[in-house]
């Protein structure tokens, strides 16, 4: 007899559940996408990618993404990272935990300082998804959300998110709409990155990844709670926040004197969202991610105008990375800096500056339609 996790059982009971010849998950409730050159595996919890293989240099498969061995323990981490998950159904900041539409103003939970993370309360990362389809090289994870169960988030708003593997691909699209009433939806993948997965001996950090966004020459401005101010600062060569001029080591700005809180109040490195150049070539990689020691290079290819980056500062090296990581004989903590979160979307807060005019991509009309397409594309270098 087959151990049935709970989220697969809820999902049973729902009645969501796929065709009885689809693939079913392993004893930790997962699924497994396999094609050439990769294999994904994926939880309904939060819909999130647990394990991520891909070749390194020396054909070596190497789980890059963050995660726990234990899947029940994503719903009770304490610190919960949003490991590779959706979060939702306003992802980032909300400032000051408000915002209007149509003259009315909805207060939203300030569970990030002053500000409101993630949507707050109940947000979809906390949520055990149903899985509405799977086969062998893709799975659609769907959500309902009604309104106001996530407090100042009105309008019930239905959503899926589908993960699908090719040669050496991972492909992601998302579909959200509202049901009955204007509400504010910006979505994203919320993926960690390692891609040495730790096994390299003598450093965990990500400072060594190289990094090219030929099209972000803009980047928000912040606060000292990582809350964009308003001003969209245009990126000179050679500035902290500069990846478009050439390809740079996420610690290249490291001996800078604003890399100390340049994430906000304590925040070494990058926690800040960039924007592309409005015209730009949507089918060609906006973002690049690499690391010389694996030789494993990550290309982003999306269709939103913007990319939140986030050098883990906050990991407060007590979390252990998980058993297919690693290095045999060493521990398994993570360090601070230890992995990059690469979140694909649109302008951060921008329900509150009209005057960027991102309204129109962000607040969505009954049955208007919201739609998110990125896929990662794996080589080496
Ligand atoms: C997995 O995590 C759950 C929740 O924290 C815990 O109850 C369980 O003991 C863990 N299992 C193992 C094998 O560590
Ligand atoms: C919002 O208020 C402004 C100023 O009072 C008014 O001009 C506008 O028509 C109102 N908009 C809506 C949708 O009620
Ligand atoms: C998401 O929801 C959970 C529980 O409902 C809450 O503890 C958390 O603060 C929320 N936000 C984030 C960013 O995790
Ligand atoms: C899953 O589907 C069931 C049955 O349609 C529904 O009651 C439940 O709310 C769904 N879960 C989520 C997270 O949307
Ligand atoms: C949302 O729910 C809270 C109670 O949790 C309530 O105070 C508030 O008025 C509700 N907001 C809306 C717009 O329904
Ligand atoms: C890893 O490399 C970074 C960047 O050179 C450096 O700051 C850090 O001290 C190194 N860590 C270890 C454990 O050697
Ligand atoms: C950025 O540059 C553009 C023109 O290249 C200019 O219009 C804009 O004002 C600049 N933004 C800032 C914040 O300086
Ligand atoms: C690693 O990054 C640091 C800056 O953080 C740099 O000084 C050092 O030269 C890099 N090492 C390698 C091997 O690229």
């Not at 490291?254 to 592309?276: P, R, T, V």
Request: proline share 5%; charged share 20%.
């Amino acid at each position: 007899m087959r151990f049935i996790p709970a989220a697969f059982a809820a999902s049973i009971a729902g009645g969501a559940l796929a065709q009885p010849s689809s693939p079913l998950p392993d004893a930790q409730g997962r699924y497994t996408l396999e094609a050439e050159g990769i294999k994904a595996q994926f939880i309904p919890y939060a819909a999130t990618l647990t394990n991520l293989w891909v070749k390194d240099k020396n054909g070596v498969q190497r789980d890059i993404v963050l995660g726990y061995d234990n899947t029940s323990f994503y719903p009770v981490d304490p610190g919960h990272p949003v490991y590779n998950a959706i979060p939702g159904r306003y992802v980032n900041r909300i400032g000051n935990g408000q915002y209007s539409i149509d003259n009315v103003t909805y207060n939203t939970q300030k569970n990030d300082g002053p500000n409101t993370l993630h949507s707050g309360t109940n947000n979809w990362s906390f949520r055990n998804w149903n899985v509405s389809k799977v086969t062998s090289k893709s799975i659609t994870f769907s959500i309902y959300d009604a309104s106001n169960s996530s407090l100042g988030m009105i309008g019930g708003v239905t959503a899926s998110v589908t993960y699908s593997v090719s040669k050496n691909k991972w492909s992601i699209s998302m579909d959200a709409v509202s049901n009955d009433q204007k509400t504010p939806i910006m979505l994203t993948q919320h993926t960690y990155f390692q891609l040495d997965a730790f096994a390299r001996p003598d450093n965990r950090t990500i400072w060594n990844h190289t990094l090219y966004m030929p099209e972000a020459k803009r980047v928000m401005e912040i606060d000292g709670n990582a809350l964009p101010t308003g001003v969209i600062a245009n990126i000179s060569k050679n500035d902290i926040s500069d990846f478009w001029s050439a390809p740079h080591q996420l610690g290249f700005a490291s001996g800078n004197a604003g890399f100390e809180n340049n994430c906000g109040n304590g925040c070494h490195g990058y926690n800040g969202n960039w924007a592309f150049n409005d015209k730009r070539n949507k089918k060609k990689p906006a973002l690049t991610l690499s690391s010389e020691w694996s030789g494993i290079k990550a290309d982003l290819v999306t269709d939103q105008d913007a990319v939140v980056l986030y050098t883990c500062n906050w990991n407060d090296g007590k979390t252990e990375f998980k058993s297919t990581q690693g290095v045999t004989g060493q521990d398994k903590f993570i360090p601070r800096d230890g992995c990059i979160a690469i979140e694909a979307q649109d302008y951060v807060d921008g329900i509150n500056h009209p005057e960027w005019g991102r309204l129109g991509k962000q607040i969505f009309g009954k049955g208007q339609k919201y739609r998110w397409e990125s896929s990662w594309s794996f080589g080496t270098i």
